[in-house]
Structure formats: structure tokens, C-alpha cells
């Protein structure tokens, strides 16, 4: 069993700047940030997978990090020029069913409790 466990959310004004953490990391495998409004569908903001590789959705590109600390056993998500629209619950997820480093889609079998990040106008 893998007990993800996020951090970092709070309130910011629009422009400003967060990060969030998600421990443990597990550095091999493919680890991503959703984000979830109310009232809306959730969203892919940022992938790693086990090779370090990079995706980011075309709503974040650009302002958003996803980076690995594997010294600290720590994955972050650092989201710079935040946007009101940006208001959500984030969840990071971890992908171990497949023992190897390839991301699939949006099926992740582990996820954590998620952080709230407000963005004011």
C-alpha cells in the first residue's frame, strides 16, 4: 500500500506563486497532479513518468512544474502565475500496477487526500 500525502495549497492572489508537495515518492513509476473544481470534471495538470519525462496540458504550460526530489522522496508541483481559474482541489496520484515507468491515460491506483489552492482575482 502506498499513502500519498499532499501539501503546500492554500490562498494566493492572482499572479502569485505555490508549490505543492506529495510524499512518498516513488521515483520509478509514473506520478502525476490532478485538480478538481467543484462542479467540474477533473483534470491532468502536470505528469512524470518513470523516466522523468514531462507532459502538461495546454491550460497550464508553461506555468506549471512537476518535478521529482528524490533525495527527499518528494515530487512537487510548483505553479507560478496562478489564475483564478486555477481555484481547485489538487490530488497527486501514483501509477504501480504495471512495474514499469510509462504513464497510461488517467488510471492511477493510488491517490492522495488532496490540497486546496484558492486563486483571488
Known amino acids: 500500500q502506498l499513502h500519498l500525502v499532499e501539501s503546500g495549497g492554500g490562498s494566493v492572489q492572482g499572479g502569485g506563486s505555490l508549490r505543492l508537495s506529495c510524499a512518498p515518492l516513488?521515483?520509478?513509476?509514473?506520478m502525476a497532479w490532478f485538480r478538481q473544481a467543484p462542479g467540474k470534471e477533473r483534470e491532468g495538470v502536470a505528469i512524470i513518468d518513470g523516466r522523468g519525462r514531462t507532459t502538461y496540458p495546454d491550460s497550464v504550460k508553461g506555468r506549471f512544474t512537476i518535478a521529482k526530489d528524490i533525495a527527499n522522496y518528494t515530487l512537487y508541483l510548483q505553479m507560478n502565475s496562478l489564475k483564478p481559474e486555477d481555484t481547485a482541489m489538487y490530488y497527486c496520484?501514483?501509477?504501480?500496477?504495471?512495474?514499469?515507468?510509462?504513464?497510461?491515460?488517467?488510471?492511477?491506483?493510488?491517490w492522495g487526500q488532496g490540497t486546496q489552492v484558492t486563486v483571488s482575482s
Open positions: 496520484a501514483a501509477d504501480l500496477r504495471y512495474f514499469d515507468p510509462y504513464c497510461r491515460g488517467d488510471d492511477y491506483n493510488y
Open positions: 516513488v521515483s520509478t513509476y509514473c
